[in-house]
T-cell receptor
Framework: QKEVEQNSGPLSVPEGAIASLNCTYSDRGSQSFFWYRQYSGKSPELIMS????GDKEDGRFTAQLNKASQYVSLLIRDSQPSDSATYLCAVIAAGAGSYQLTFGKGTKLSVIP | NAGVTQTPKFQVLKTGQSMTLQCAQDMNHNSMYWYRQDPGMGLRLIYY???????DKGEVPNGYNVSRLNKREFSLRLESAAPSQTSVYFC????????????FGPGTRLTVT
């Protein structure tokens, strides 16, 4: 059973601070890692993808991957109230079935003005 | 460029009724997916189509059927709706390679009474 675990939160940070969201996964063969943002009542929106160990930066977002520890994180710098949403970690395993995204249950982030 | 579109946006069914959820994408993606999202359960894959002419079961396929009508369209059918199928349904699509980024439609909110 492939599992993706996230702290459900809510995670509250003040405006302008760094928000740190964490995710662990059980399948060591996982090859692709994604962060989605989901506003209440809306669909998941892809914000970051990462495929190799290390950091990947895109604007205020940084994804970090450590395959040895089976851990992926998302940092949001200079957090804004508009970043308040649920953040979903998703993972695709290698090999057969490599189209199947397994999602965590999400971390709810609240950015306080 | 509309991305992924879904119809209808909302639907109420009585137990035992049937319906088809429609999904279309204009991104020339080969792969398409159907997910359901339930509170406390997260997003779960129902069926997917890696390419035109193929379909495969995901994590929760029971009670559903799918049709990949052409490269653009992928429909989900509930033959005899049950209250347990009350959920939000999302369609997604991705480029042809396994492990690729998936992009979601706006969703269909289905209630079965």
């Amino acid at each position: 059973q492939k599992e993706v675990e996230q702290n459900s939160g809510p995670l509250s940070v003040p405006e302008g601070a760094i928000a740190s969201l964490n995710c662990t996964y059980s399948d060591r063969g996982s090859q692709s890692f994604f962060w989605y943002r989901q506003y209440s009542g809306k669909s998941p929106e892809l914000i970051m993808s990462i495929y190799s160990n290390g950091d990947k930066e895109d604007g205020r977002f940084t994804a970090q991957l450590n395959k040895a520890s089976q851990y992926v994180s998302l940092l949001i710098r200079d957090s804004q109230p508009s970043d308040s949403a649920t953040y979903l970690c998703a993972v695709i395993a290698a090999g057969a079935g490599s189209y199947q995204l397994t999602f965590g249950k999400g971390t709810k982030l609240s950015v306080i003005p | 460029n509309a991305g992924v579109t879904q119809t209808p946006k909302f639907q109420v069914l009585k137990t035992g009724q049937s319906m088809t959820l429609q999904c279309a994408q204009d991104m020339n993606h080969n792969s398409m997916y159907w997910y359901r999202q339930d509170p406390g359960m997260g997003l779960r894959l129902i069926y997917y189509s890696a390419s035109e002419g193929t379909t495969d079961k995901g994590e929760v396929p029971n009670g559903y059927n799918v049709s990949r009508l052409n490269k653009r369209e992928f429909s989900l059918r509930l033959e005899s709706a049950a209250p347990s199928q009350t959920s939000v349904y999302f369609c997604a699509s991705s480029a042809p390679l396994g492990g690729a980024e998936q992009y979601f439609g706006p969703g269909t909110r289905l209630t079965v009474t």
